[in-house]
């Protein structure tokens, strides 16, 4: 899922999230995406040699099933680059919004 656009998606979400990554000895990366407010982690780590990943989900809820619809309308949507989305961010909330040349308007809120 490292493709060019995406991560701008990935963003939306709880805004309690908190994200690390690393990089391995052997070239691998691993992020891991944790909730503070209810406990609920997900662990993404490259699957080498080849391509794909594999996800950990631990806690009440998944995290990791919002990233994969989020992809998917991304996807759908022709891969949207990211400067393309509008962000708008307050003290109290933060909304993602992008508009199709159709004009079909899609908004984001954590």
């Known amino acids: 899922m490292a493709t060019r656009g995406f991560p701008v ?3 939306i979400m709880s805004a309690s999230t908190v994200r690390t990554h690393e990089n391995g000895a052997a070239g691998t990366h691993t992020t891991v995406l944790f909730d503070p407010a209810d406990s609920s982690v997900v662990r993404v780590r490259d ?3 080849g ?3 594999e996800v950990a989900v631990a806690g009440p809820r998944d995290l990791w ?3 994969e ?3 998917r309308l991304w ?3 022709s891969r949207p ?3 393309w989305f509008t962000i708008r961010a307050t003290p109290e ?3 993602v919004s992008f508009r199709t040349p159709g004009a079909q308007q899609y908004t984001w809120t954590p």
Do not use: K, N, W
Request: proline share 8%.
């Open 9 to 11: 998606v990935v963003r």
């Open 47 to 49: 699957r080498r040699p």
């Open 51 to 53: 391509p794909g990943a």
């Open 65 to 67: 099933a919002g990233i």
């Open 69 to 71: 619809r989020a992809h």
């Open 75 to 77: 996807l759908d949507l």
């Open 81 to 83: 680059r990211r400067e």
């Open 93 to 95: 909330t933060q909304v």
